[in-house]
């Protein structure tokens, strides 16, 4: 069983930065599909980026591409997610979800993720 746990969450002004971690309990090809998804507040849940940690592969949805970058320090068994140029539409809870492999456009799928971590809200403000 991988416990993950997200932290680095926090309150930005737009145009302000933040990096979110997401420690798992162990290396484990149980994780080897790691992604970020996020809700806001009377919004449906929405995937915002992934990794296959076997390929390295990244995937980034458009709204974040440029802005958002995913890096992972294997020896720490983390995965980060540094977020640049904020703005209030990135306003959500953010959790991180870990799965045996990426099933095709994980981002759209993510009861196939199996880990799940407690979520760290960003706030971003105008």
């Known amino acids: 069983q991988v416990q993950l746990v997200e932290s680095g969450g926090g309150s930005v002004q737009a145009g302000g930065s933040l990096r979110l971690s997401c420690e798992a309990s162990?290396?484990?090809?149980?994780?080897?599909?790691r992604a970020w998804f996020r809700q806001a507040p009377g919004k449906e849940r929405e995937g915002v980026a992934f990794?296959?940690?076997?390929?390295?592969?990244?995937y980034y949805i458009d709204s974040v591409k440029g802005r958002f970058t995913l890096s992972q320090d294997n020896a720490k068994n983390t995965l980060y997610l540094q977020m640049d140029s904020l703005k209030p539409e990135d306003t959500a809870m953010y959790y991180c979800?870990?799965?045996?492999?990426?099933?095709?456009?994980?981002?759209?799928?993510?009861?196939?993720?199996?880990?799940w971590g407690q979520g760290t809200q960003v706030t971003v403000s105008s």
């Open positions: 979800a870990a799965s045996a492999w990426c099933p095709k456009d994980p981002l759209s799928r993510a009861n196939e993720f199996r880990f």
């Open positions: 162990e290396y484990s090809y149980s994780s080897a599909c």
């Open positions: 990794i296959d940690r076997r390929s390295e592969y990244t």
